[in-house]
């Protein structure tokens, strides 16, 4: 007994050990414009593909191994020169052994150009995103979201007893209080930022002010941390796996998953789901495997079952999206079997995919 329990320790260490060889560096052709990250994880191939094909198909509507300029989709172009999207740096985080947390900073433009930080976390096991809604108990979700709203609303305040204390303030700071008395602080965990440490989890709330205000804002983003001991009461099973560890791993949700299989059982296809939402809007991204070139999906996830529509192409004369086919599926474990429907001729064809 002594020796199994020596060789299961043994083989835990090797496991850990081989955590902290994963690399990270840019993603070819690096420029000024464009330092994204390449994750290299020797020990575990299907890992480290499963992080970059999130990262670049999520990031730069790029699948690995597409023919082209993997930053092509998001650069500015002749056509559309003010939207654009790049990416200045990135930065690996001091993060427990199953897990890799990264920050990334760039600079998007829509209606006007905006810097922006991204964190992205994945559970090193599986190569999965990790995703907050699967952190927390169910029943422990707002107690947390009061936990971060509370820490932001003493930090405003705080702030806010600075800037009444001026004598004679001036209309910047007159404009700075009502900023700040107007926040909004009700933050949701499923579409709050968040990156892990050492031995804490902090989450990144929104800044209070929108695009036009931003110059008054001095407190910008709240960086609002938790020590993993603090949260332990409201952590699910999977969380305590994850950060004690363990290699243990729990059922997770569909958000942010790739899957793989066929349509028809004879075209290989890649599928990344994305973030199911509370009134349970999906929208995900699928490529046959044989050319690459993303195609998506909007619709929802009611219970364990799918509905999704795929479009075509955008008529400019009728306006809108022409429509291309149906999927209706569903969800069992790590599989979703259903049909894919041809719009047109109203056809058929089976649809079967595997969690990756």
């Known amino acids: 007994m002594k020796k199994i329990v020596v060789l299961c320790t043994l083989i835990s260490g090797l496991c850990f050990s081989q955590q902290k ?66 990416f200045y740096s990135w930065k690996k985080m001091d993060a427990p052994e199953n897990i890799l947390s990264m920050a990334i900073e760039g600079e998007a433009s829509g209606a006007y150009p905006e810097g922006f930080s991204a964190w992205e976390n994945f559970d090193l096991r599986t190569g999965n995103v990790i995703n907050a809604e699967d952190l927390f108990l169910p029943t422990a979700v707002k107690t947390v979201e009061g936990m971060i709203k509370k820490k932001v609303q003493k930090e405003i305040s705080d702030f806010l007893v600075k800037l009444k204390a001026e004598k004679n303030p001036s209309g910047d700071i007159q404009d700075q ?45 709240h960086f609002i ?22 290699r243990h791993i729990d059922q ?7 899957y793989h299989g066929n349509i028809d059982g004879k075209y290989p296809v890649t599928v990344l789901m994305g973030e199911v939402y509370a009134d349970g809007s999906l929208s995900a991204k699928y490529w046959y495997d044989k050319n690459k070139k993303l195609i998506e999906w909007h619709g929802k996830l009611k219970g364990n079952h799918i509905s999704l529509t795929e479009s075509d192409y955008y008529s400019e004369e009728a306006r809108q999206w022409m429509l291309k086919g149906f999927v209706e599926a569903g969800l ?25």
């Open 177 to 221: 209080i009502a900023l700040y008395e107007g926040c909004n602080t009700d933050y949701h965990i499923s579409s709050i930022g968040y990156y892990f440490g050492k031995d804490r989890i902090t989450f990144v709330a929104e800044r209070c002010s929108n695009h036009a205000m931003r110059a008054l804002d001095e407190l910008d983003s």
């Open 21 to 86: 060889n994963v690399k990270i560096t840019d993603l070819p052709p690096k420029s000024e414009d464009f330092v994204f990250p390449l994750v290299a994880y020797p020990q575990n191939a299907g890992v480290e593909n499963k992080i970059n094909t999130f990262l670049q198909v999520d990031r730069l509507e790029h699948v690995p191994g597409g023919a082209g300029n993997p930053f092509q989709k998001v650069m500015a172009s002749e056509k559309s020169p003010s939207h654009y999207v790049y």
């Open 332 to 356: 069992k474990g790590n599989t979703i079997t259903g049909t894919w429907q041809d719009y047109k001729t109203k056809k058929y064809l089976k649809l079967e995919l595997e969690e990756l």
């Open 252 to 258: 997770t949700g569909i958000s942010n998953k790739l």
């Open 225 to 246: 941390g938790f020590s993993y001991k603090e949260l332990a009461p409201y952590w699910t099973p999977y969380a305590k796996n994850l950060l004690s560890g363990s």
